[in-house]
């Protein structure tokens, strides 16, 4: 059985830094690529992250502008995401998700992924 677990959201101030894990079971970890979703409150899921488990090559969106971090422990198995200069309006549901292969071009869409976490909640307040 495959399992994203999510771990590490909760509550933190503005300008505060968070890390979320996404421990993955159940596949080949190596062949899948990793990415991160978030869900704001009455808004669309949206893809922020990727990172290719084969090569380690990353992408972001761009308005993250350097403040999200995605990194893969291939011997854990486990993916991480560091938010740093987190802002209030970064609120919201986060996902990972796994897909077959490295990312794609269109690795901002759900509808790429095979796999999903469960979601872990997190809080800026400002």
């Known amino acids: 059985e495959v399992q994203l677990v999510e771990s590490g959201g909760g509550l933190v101030q503005a300008g505060g830094s968070l890390r979320l894990s996404c421990a993955v079971s159940g596949l080949t970890f190596d062949d899948y690529a990793i990415a991160w979703f978030r869900q704001a409150p009455g808004k669309e899921r949206e893809g922020i992250t990727c990172?290719?488990?084969?090569?380690?090559?990353?992408y972001y969106k761009d308005f993250l502008k350097g403040r999200f971090t995605i990194s893969s422990d291939n011997a854990k198995t486990t993916v991480y995401l560091r938010m740093n200069s987190l802002k209030p309006e970064d609120t919201a549901v986060y996902y990972c998700?796994?897909?077959?292969?490295?990312?794609?071009?269109?690795?901002?869409?759900?509808?790429?992924?095979?796999?999903w976490g469960q979601g872990i909640k997190v809080t800026v307040s400002s």
């Open positions: 990172v290719s488990s084969s090569d380690g090559m990353t």
């Open positions: 998700a796994a897909d077959y292969g490295p990312c794609s071009d269109s690795y901002y869409s759900f509808h790429e992924y095979d796999y």
